[in-house]
């Protein structure tokens, strides 16, 4: 059974724009792929080294095209978050020591500008459920939340 995610929709914009781009990518290795065959100085089919570098490409693409599919098929968009005294997936959670940082879904390809922590992260798990005021530890400091939205 594939791997269920929670997704922000930033994040599921930024996998359906990858998968777009890795398609445009594996369409222009065909192209490179017919010309490294026209090209080929062995005979009998076998394919020479540019050929298999091609062929390498396209497979590992093919295979990243794989991973996105199955992680944007059956993930669940987070709702966007109010503020809120309780931090949440996608809240941007203010520390007292001056750092903000955005919690996300268990997995995340957005680019949000400022540091991430997944929600399935230690810290990501310590933030989830944790309210304005609270004091968490972030390895040997010791933080209070003062916002979460």
Same mark, same amino acid.
């Given at each position: ?31 490179e792929?017919? +010309?490294?065959?026209?090209? /080929? ?8 080294? &540019?050929?298999?570098? $091609? ?14 599919? =199955? ?11 109010a503020? !809120?005294?309780? $931090?949440g997936? =996608?809240?941007? $959670? ?8 955005? $919690?996300t879904?268990?997995? &995340?390809?957005?680019?949000? #500008?400022?540091?991430?922590? /997944?929600? !399935?992260?230690p810290?990501?798990? +310590?933030l989830?459920? /944790? &309210?304005? #005021?609270?004091?968490? !530890? ?8 003062q !916002?979460?939205?």
């Amino acid at each position: 059974m594939p791997e269920k995610h929670i997704l922000l929709q930033e994040d599921a914009d930024a996998v359906r724009q990858e998968l777009l781009n890795l398609d445009r990518e594996i369409r222009q290795l065909g192209e490179e792929q017919g +010309v490294a065959r026209s090209q /080929s100085t062995e005979a009998f089919g076998h394919d020479d080294a &540019s050929q298999e570098a $091609v062929t390498q490409a396209r497979t590992v693409k093919l295979s990243r095209v794989a991973t996105l599919r =199955g992680i944007l098929r059956g993930a669940l968009i987070a709702p966007r978050p109010a503020p !809120s005294c309780k $931090v949440g997936v =996608g809240h941007v $959670v203010a520390l007292s020591d001056g750092r903000k940082i955005k $919690v996300t879904g268990t997995f &995340s390809m957005a680019n949000f #500008g400022i540091p991430t922590v /997944s929600m !399935s992260a230690p810290l990501g798990r +310590v933030l989830i459920g /944790s &309210s304005v #005021g609270d004091e968490i !530890s972030i390895g040997p400091k010791r933080v209070v939340i003062q !916002s979460a939205s």
